[in-house]
Each structure stands twice: as structure tokens, then as C-alpha cells.
């Protein structure tokens, strides 16, 4: 009895082993543990957050030894400091905030990120301004005095709106910043508790699509082409008239692109982020139907595009072989040719 007792809590510690192996990362045949990372994305809400999912289901799939998790953040400027204190693997950020970060420049005077790399382009990102239908509100200007929604406080969106408003020679002390997010900003403006709102969000969000569709607004215009030239990461935009409810007429709108980033000498290595590049695009059709923005913007035609930081090598090697012609400027500095 004690013999086949004995057994039989060999048998149970045997199973219990077995059982924990995929909780350890190995599979039943004893393979290495896989080296798991997250893809720091946006809020829940819109479309980055869905697209760093499926992309991470993607890269788990396809990429040997490589886990990826998309993570909910809150975008641009928190997924840049977690990048370079080697707290995130991979994160996507507005191209503009990227080049701040890169260059020292602004906000980040006092902690550059030159260890910033891009891997692809993404989604576009409309600088968007609603006001009231009947406010007496017909460019930035007329901000003054009056309770604006700026965006969350140190976010991507909240120091674009501190770019608009000083280029109309403005500034909190001029107006009384709401330090909301955007779908905090659709509510306060339909409820009469701020005058207008800055964001920076994709064409006909959910959040943008119930402010047009409930309330009488509209949209205020950044047209002078002096803006452009002083903050040249930004291209200007018209948004044709009809996009939305009531603003029937076209409105140029600055815009750029979400980009998504990793560091050099982080978590991730050089034959990583090559095979993570290239499951990404060759494997399209898992990821890119998460969202419609997705589907139509982020495509291998546009991976380069207004890109504001280096490429990181691996990402590189992959265009390279897919004869893709590369930029100059975007070859970083440790890139041996």
C-alpha cells in the first residue's frame, strides 16, 4: 500500500510539472522560454489600442521565441519615457512628440531620448478643434478668456494644443485650460461647461462621431501657412466638407502620423525587430481589419512615411531586402552599411 502510494504522488507531482510548463513560457517538448514584451498603444477607445492586440497576436504567431502584448497607456508621452527607461519594448507615439523626445527639444529639454528608433508608420493623427455652432469662436485667437479642453495634462494631445495656442500668441494664463480627455471634452462641450476643445484624433471617431451626430458644432481651422512652417512635422489637411454632421464646408487641419517606436540596445535586438518587421508585413490581413483607419492607412506603401526619428537596424535589413529605397536621415547613427 505504501509502495502504490508512493506512486501514485510521483505520478501527481509528475502531472503538476507538466501542467505549469506553458505557465513558464515551455512548451511540452522542453523549448526555450519565450521572451515576452509589450506593444504600448493608446487609450481603449480608439483605434491603436485594437491594432497593438492583433499585432502582438501576430508577432506571437509568427515569431519564434517572441510573446507580444498590446497595452493600453496613455499614448505618446508615457510610452516614450517607458521606452527609454527600458520599461517597454515597443510603443507608439504622434511623430512630432517623437521628434521633441529625439531632439531634446521642448517639453524634453531636460530628458532626450536620442535611443528612439522607428519600425513603421501607422495611422494618421488630425489636430482637431470643435467649438459650439453659435459660439463666437472663428480661429484660436478668439480663445481667449474662455474654458477650452486642452487634452490630458502632459499627454501628445495637450502639447499640440500649446503649440496652436502660442502660435496665436496665447497661453494658459489667456485662457482657462480644461485638462481633460477627448471623450471627457464631447461631453463638456455638449453640456455648455467649456467653449471648444482641442484633440488630436482620428477622422470620425466614436467619441467625435456622437458630439456631431447630438450636437450643433463646428469646426475651427488652422489654414495659415505660417503654422506649417514653423512646426514642419506637421502636413497641412483639408478635411472635406460633409465629414461631418453640420460641417459642411472644408476645413485644413494639421496632421502627422502615429508611429511606432523602439530603442536602440533595449529589449529588443537587431534580428528581433527584423523578424518582428516582417511578420507584421507579411502577415497584414491578421491585423489590419481591427479598425477602418487601420485597414486604409497603415500599409507596407506608407511604412516610411513621415517618419521623425531613425529606423532602428533590424527594421532596416527588412526594407532593405523588400528594395525599398531608405532615406538618409533615417539611417541611425551606430547603422553600419
Not at 75 to 91: F, H, W
Request: glycine share 10%; aromatic share 10%.
Amino acid at each position: 500500500m505504501k509502495a502504490s502510494m508512493s506512486r501514485i504522488a510521483r505520478v501527481a507531482a509528475a502531472a503538476l510539472c507538466l501542467a505549469a510548463l506553458p505557465a513558464l513560457g515551455l512548451g511540452a517538448q522542453g523549448a526555450e522560454a519565450k521572451k515576452r514584451f509589450s506593444i504600448g498603444t493608446a487609450g481603449t477607445a480608439g483605434s491603436l489600442y485594437p491594432m497593438g492586440v492583433a499585432m502582438g497576436q501576430t508577432i506571437t504567431k509568427h515569431v519564434p521565441g517572441l510573446a507580444a502584448t498590446g497595452e493600453a497607456t496613455a499614448a505618446s508621452v508615457e510610452n516614450i519615457r517607458n521606452l527609454a527607461a527600458g520599461k517597454l519594448a515597443m510603443g507608439i507615439s504622434q511623430s512630432e512628440i517623437a521628434w521633441l523626445a529625439y531632439t531634446g527639444s521642448g517639453d524634453f529639454q531636460k530628458r532626450k531620448a536620442d535611443s528612439l528608433r522607428s519600425v513603421f508608420s501607422t495611422i494618421y493623427s488630425y489636430v482637431q478643434i470643435f467649438a459650439k455652432a453659435d459660439a463666437p469662436i472663428a480661429s484660436p485667437k478668439d480663445f481667449k478668456g474662455k474654458a477650452v479642453g486642452v487634452g490630458a495634462a502632459g499627454s501628445g494631445g495637450e502639447m499640440a494644443a500649446r503649440m496652436i495656442l502660442g502660435y496665436y500668441g496665447l497661453d494658459y494664463k489667456d485662457i482657462r485650460p480644461q485638462f481633460i480627455s477627448e471623450t471627457e471634452a464631447v461631453s463638456a462641450l455638449k453640456d455648455g461647461r467649456i467653449a471648444a476643445f482641442i484633440c488630436t484624433h482620428p477622422l470620425k471617431s466614436a467619441a467625435l462621431m456622437d458630439l456631431t451626430n447630438s450636437t450643433a458644432v463646428k469646426m475651427i481651422p488652422i489654414a495659415e501657412q505660417g503654422f506649417y512652417g514653423k512646426f514642419p512635422f506637421y502636413t497641412r489637411y483639408t478635411i472635406p466638407a460633409g465629414t461631418y454632421k453640420g460641417v459642411d464646408y472644408p476645413v485644413d487641419v494639421p496632421i502627422s502620423r502615429v508611429i511606432m517606436l523602439t530603442t536602440k540596445d533595449g529589449m529588443l535586438g537587431e534580428d528581433e525587430v527584423y523578424s518582428i518587421v516582417k511578420a507584421v508585413w507579411e502577415n497584414r490581413e491578421e491585423w489590419s481589419g481591427v479598425h477602418a483607419s487601420v485597414k486604409s492607412q497603415v500599409t507596407f506603401e506608407t511604412a516610411l512615411q513621415e517618419l521623425s526619428v531613425p529606423l532602428h537596424p533590424g527594421a532596416i535589413k527588412y526594407y532593405l531586402e523588400r528594395g525599398v529605397a531608405i532615406d538618409k536621415a533615417l539611417y541611425p547613427p551606430e547603422y553600419k552599411r
